[in-house]
């Protein structure tokens, strides 16, 4: 049993060395009676260990312009791992995924920013699961502020 933990362990050191950094943040879809938008946030994961590995989960907290706008996720946890995009040593991957933001009281203007099409710079912090066949790691995102000037308006 203890040669599994110790076999196991070797691996840490490749997942911890995966990176995260912030990708596009784009407009989908405006519901105007409900004061909801959804964004399609994508962020760029790279494998920079000897080891193949897959992100399961990405937790993160979205700010634009420097307000909170919601919490979001990505998530293949439902899905087996031989699914799941599989991060070769030295690959590097966009993982998209979509999150709603209504509009409240606090960012009643920044959310009018997003709708209307004005520029707005997003960052993220949270947290990236990282797995091999034998180990899972969870990692902050890297520089804990990831920054990305990106807005594309509804077509």
Same mark, same amino acid.
């Given at each position: 049993? !203890? !040669? #599994?933990? &110790?076999?196991a362990?070797l691996?840490?050191?490749d997942l911890?060395?995966a990176? #995260?950094? %912030?990708g @596009? ?10 004061n ?13 260990g000897?080891?193949t590995?897959t992100?399961?989960? #990405? ?5 634009? @312009? $420097?307000s909170?706008?919601?919490?979001? =996720? ?8 031989? $699914?799941?995009?599989a991060f070769y040593?030295?690959?590097?991957i966009?993982l998209n =995924?979509? %999150?709603s933001?209504? %509009?409240?009281?606090?960012?009643? !203007?920044v &959310?009018?920013?997003?709708?209307? $099409?004005?520029p707005?710079?997003?960052?993220a =912090?949270g %947290?990236?699961?990282?797995e091999?066949a034998?180990?899972i ?8 502020? #990831?920054?990305?000037? @990106?807005?594309r308006?509804?077509k």
């Amino acid at each position: 049993m !203890g !040669g #599994i933990v &110790y076999y196991a362990s070797l691996d840490n050191d490749d997942l911890s060395s995966a990176t #995260i950094q %912030m990708g @596009d943040v784009e407009l989908v879809d405006v519901n105007s009676i409900e004061n909801r938008a959804t964004l399609k946030v994508s962020f760029l994961v790279k494998n920079n260990g000897e080891v193949t590995v897959t992100v399961p989960v #990405i937790t993160f907290e979205l700010f634009a @312009d $420097g307000s909170v706008v919601g919490n979001g =996720t990505y998530s293949t946890e439902d899905v087996a791992m031989p $699914g799941r995009a599989a991060f070769y040593p030295g690959a590097e991957i966009p993982l998209n =995924t979509r %999150m709603s933001v209504v %509009m409240s009281e606090m960012n009643e !203007g920044v &959310y009018n920013k997003i709708v209307s $099409g004005q520029p707005v710079q997003y960052s993220a =912090t949270g %947290m990236m699961t990282v797995e091999s066949a034998w180990s899972i790691r969870s990692l902050p995102c890297r520089g804990s502020i #990831i920054t990305k000037l @990106d807005h594309r308006p509804v077509k």
